[in-house]
């Protein structure tokens, strides 16, 4: 069973159109996390929740958003997608907040922008 | 701070061991191994907390110096469904998992 579902699996819009990613889980952990992973490279971090604490990284542009309105899901809004933000968005899942506990990763979202 | 993989990648032939190191300037709390195949996921493998650590299952085990400053994973009589990127990932303090560039593996029959 899937404990960590991403919606959509793809996920095309159009320059400038605002577009929102969804995530769930089922494993009831405090953390979740929003990576960003162009292709060919590492996955980088955008952002995370510990419980209803936002964590935002220094580089992400203010252009991504995010909210959590309760433990089970997470949304990334892009607010005016450019070009520079087709890649896979991976969410994750963590029990600890240090990274002394395994990451759960959703299927992703491959999202295109035309 | 990003780890640093080494090699960036690697071509076996189907039973041929590989080493996959990871290292960073700074001690770390942690060390986190990923696989990832292309369009999927990354899928865990393992985790190494304390220095001097080892762990493994099947063929696939890794290590972590006694400095925490390095990790090698090691994979044994590759077989195809080990062909993938692997990513370490180090924590570097509170709620932050930074991932390696990555080292894109390809086992041929």
């Known amino acids: 069973d899937a404990m960590v579902i991403q919606n959509p699996r793809y996920q095309v819009t159009q320059f400038g159109k605002p577009v929102t990613l969804s995530c769930s889980q089922t494993l009831n952990h405090n953390v979740m996390y929003w990576y960003q992973q162009k292709s060919s490279q590492a996955p980088k971090l955008l952002f995370h929740?510990?419980?209803?604490?936002?964590?935002n990284e220094a580089d992400t542009p203010d252009n991504f958003q995010s909210r959590r309105p309760n433990t089970s899901f997470c949304f990334l809004d892009i607010r005016s997608p450019g070009l520079g933000d087709a890649a896979m968005y991976l969410c994750a899942t963590s029990r600890d907040p240090t990274g002394r506990e395994k990451l759960f990763f959703g299927s992703g979202t491959q999202l295109s922008v035309l | 701070q990003q780890p640093v993989q080494s090699p960036q990648a690697v071509i076996l032939r189907e039973g041929e061991d590989a080493v996959i190191n990871c290292s960073s300037s700074k001690a770390l709390y942690s060390v986190h191994w990923y696989r990832q195949k292309h369009g999927e996921a990354p899928v865990f493998l393992m985790i190494?907390?304390?220095?001097?650590e080892q762990k493994g299952h099947d063929k696939i085990s890794a290590s972590f110096n006694e400095k925490k400053q390095q990790s090698s994973l090691y994979l044994t009589a590759s077989q195809l469904s080990y062909s993938g990127t692997y990513f370490c990932g180090t924590g570097q303090g509170a709620q932050k998992l930074v991932f390696g560039q990555g080292t894109r593996l390809t086992i041929n029959p």
């Open positions: 190494l907390l304390k220095g001097g």
């Open positions: 929740y510990y419980d209803k604490d936002f964590n």
